[in-house]
């Protein structure tokens, strides 16, 4: 889908922090780009975000994970996405549908393709135009960040997950390279949003 970016990477990346540094940008120069996130982005959406990453609900089902991130991403581009894109603004997204099959796909063993599947029925078209990997590994980014967050049910689940993740996204990257824009975001904070930025300039996002 034209004009609709996500943003990716393994927690403890810096993906938050780089999104809301470039959101900062965008608004000094003047871009009209719409920011958001998943899970989340709009009302209910961000319901279900904290039903998700509250660690209190430890026992949740793999399978109704997903689909509760499906719920959410169905409702969050109703609310958000499509509107801003049918009035021809750029979306800028923090997390889509790569997450999904990573996370839950690969990472939790529920199968790629089931995933896949899942997900056709939730987004239909809305695909991203291009998605930008911020490639840091899940130990280098735990021990950058100081360790998992134990208040986030997805940070607390356990290094062996996280690498599982890490390979569902370069397995993703090596199957649609045309897709990804992948950055080293081993360096500094500012070097990182130099290459995120430089990135968007090469796909014609910012002229």
């Given amino acids: 889908m034209r004009n609709f970016i996500t943003i990716e990477g393994c927690e403890g990346v810096g993906k938050t922090y780089q999104t809301n ?33 509250d660690a209190n609900n430890s026992d949740m089902d793999d399978l109704c994970e997903a689909f509760l991130y499906a719920a959410s991403r169905i409702q969050h581009l109703k609310d958000i996405v499509k509107p801003a894109l049918n009035e021809g603004k750029v979306v800028i997204c923090d997390r889509y549908v790569d997450s999904s099959y990573v996370y839950q796909g690969i990472g939790r063993g529920l199968g790629l393709d089931k995933i896949v599947k899942l997900n056709e029925i939730a987004v239909g078209d809305y695909m991203p135009e291009f998605t930008v990997f911020l490639d840091l590994s899940p130990e280098n980014a735990f021990k950058r960040k100081g360790g998992a967050d134990s208040n986030d049910r997805m940070e607390a689940i356990g ?4 690498l599982k993740v890490y390979e569902g996204y370069k397995r993703l990257i090596a199957e649609n390279p045309a897709r990804f824009e992948v950055i080293d975001a081993s360096g500094a904070k500012e070097q990182t949003q130099a290459k995120l930025r430089a990135a968007l300039a090469r796909r014609g996002v910012f002229r």
């Fill in 21 to 53: 540094l470039l959101k900062q940008y965008c608004r000094e120069m003047g871009y009209d780009v719409v920011f958001t996130r998943e899970p989340g982005g709009s009302d209910i959406a961000e319901q279900i975000r904290k039903i998700i990453l």
């Fill in 159 to 162: 290094y062996a997950f996280h």
